[in-house]
T-cell receptor, first 111, second 114 residues
Framework: DAKTTQPTSMDCAEGRAANLPCNHS???????VYWYRQIHSQGPQYIIH???NNETNEMASLIITEDRKSSTLILPHATLRDTAVYYC????????????FGTGTKLQVIP | SAVISQKPSRDICQRGTSLTIQCQVD?????MFWYRQQPGQSLTLIAT?????????ESGFVIDKFPISRPNLTFSTLTVSNMSPEDSSIYLC???????????FGPGTRLTVT
């Protein structure tokens, strides 16, 4: 699996958009970008994934650059409950593929 | 989706003893994974467990220390053997389905070894 690089921590004001960047310059053509988050004392939770195109679901939006070497997870209106560690992961398709977690970004949403 | 439960949710054990952690899923799944999360750290994959075959262990993890069973498509156990304080971690199971892109994680078992 390709390695990812994320900032160690970020702050975001409640109600504002949280933009979490991720670099994955060695991603291969058939690897997907996945985002998970881990709220304190809970197991990781899947957020979103994408291959080439931008994706949006009820939780977040995923913007992938045209060269696929980086991506941004956007939480459009951050709430206090979004405080968590966010993991950007590059993996081949399928829930049955093993997942390699990096260090992630600790997002603190501030009232 | 999949709903996963783990037992116990937490335990405090003495060094030299063993603990078996159970992972139960509410539906049949192809793959089950076991992770370790040491205090303040990210998740590290211990092994992948397929039903009916031996578990596949990641580098640094061995079967004698972390034996795994996978008797059916909804259940797995991880045993932490001959525990030392360095084994104090959160142990999580996750499941994957061939029909889904994502994995689903259990709530974790918090283990403290004294």
């Amino acid at each position: 699996d390709a390695k990812t690089t994320q900032p160690t921590s970020m702050d975001c004001a409640e109600g504002r958009a949280a933009n979490l960047p991720c670099n994955h310059s060695t991603i291969s053509g058939n690897e997907y970008v996945y985002w998970y988050r881990q709220i304190h004392s809970q197991g990781p939770q899947y957020i979103i994934h994408g291959l080439k195109n931008n994706e949006t679901n009820e939780m977040a939006s995923l913007i992938i650059t045209e060269d696929r070497k980086s991506s941004t997870l956007i939480l459009p209106h951050a709430t206090l409950r979004d405080t968590a560690v966010y993991y950007c992961i590059v993996s081949f398709s399928g829930g049955y593929q093993k997942v390699t977690f990096g260090t992630g970004t600790k997002l603190q949403v501030i009232p | 989706s999949a709903v996963i439960s783990q037992k116990p949710s937490r335990d405090i054990c003495q060094r030299g003893t063993s603990l078996t952690i159970q992972c139960q899923v509410d539906s049949q799944v192809t793959m089950m994974f076991w992770y370790r999360q040491q205090p303040g750290q990210s998740l590290t994959l211990i092994a992948t467990a397929n039903q009916g075959s031996e578990a596949t262990y990641e580098s640094g993890f061995v079967i004698d220390k972390f034996p795994i069973s996978r008797p059916n498509l909804t259940f797995s156990t991880l045993t932490v053997s001959n525990m030392s304080p360095e084994d104090s971690s959160i142990y999580l199971c996750s499941v994957g389905k061939r029909t889904a892109y994502e994995q689903y994680f259990g709530p974790g078992t918090r283990l403290t070894v004294t």
